[in-house]
């Protein structure tokens, strides 16, 4: 059984990790438990390295996101759905979800950390959310993991992020150049499949800052 210094030492560990992709202080407090000056004292002694800026409170940001925005959230919600369904606790599944999703696209990344874990607070109602209001579905047209709100029901005909990726591909400039060649989308859809796409973004306005 984990001593009370395993768990502090895992905080610890946690929060080196969240520091290091970016998130802030209070993202950091509300996953590691660890008070807020700690992590301050610990990770940030020049006070001018706290990232700063008001995160995001709620879910409403990702129905109002562009498509590529709402593609780079289904990412990172389905592989951190994937990761909890194998057993790992929140904190771990969300590292390493947004480890993937930054693996699978170059920078600028789109979404923020904190970004990322707001979105994964309102899919298992954990952390800023006391119910879950976003849930991980399968598209019945293109099998590809997508986001949607809680009671939704995936059905045929009803296209999903990725199949509108596809439709609008050939006459979308933006998206043409966040997937410069058409063989990068089929392996999009395809990694998505298995909770992970491989995609190009380079679009700097497209760019998350919350």
Known sequence: MPTR?????????????LTALGARLKTIHLITGIPPRQIQSLFFPDVLSIPRGRAPDSADWYYGAN???RID???IG???QQLRDQGLIP??????AYRAYQATTLPPFRISLDRAFNLVS????????STSALSILSCQDCACKFIAAVGTVAQRGQPC??????????VDHRIQAS?????TLQTTASHLRRLGPSHHPSVESERDIP
């Open 78 to 80: 389905a592989k951190y």
């Open 122 to 129: 309102y899919i298992e109602g954990i952390w800023l959310a």
């Open 91 to 96: 904190g771990e599944a969300l590292i390493l």
């Open 67 to 69: 498509l590529i925005m």
């Open 5 to 17: 210094g395993d768990r502090h030492l895992r905080a610890v560990q946690q929060a080196k990790k």
């Open 179 to 183: 997937y410069p060649i058409r063989t």
């Open 73 to 75: 959230a289904c990412v």
């Open 161 to 170: 992020p990725f199949c509108k990726l596809f439709e609008r591909f050939h």
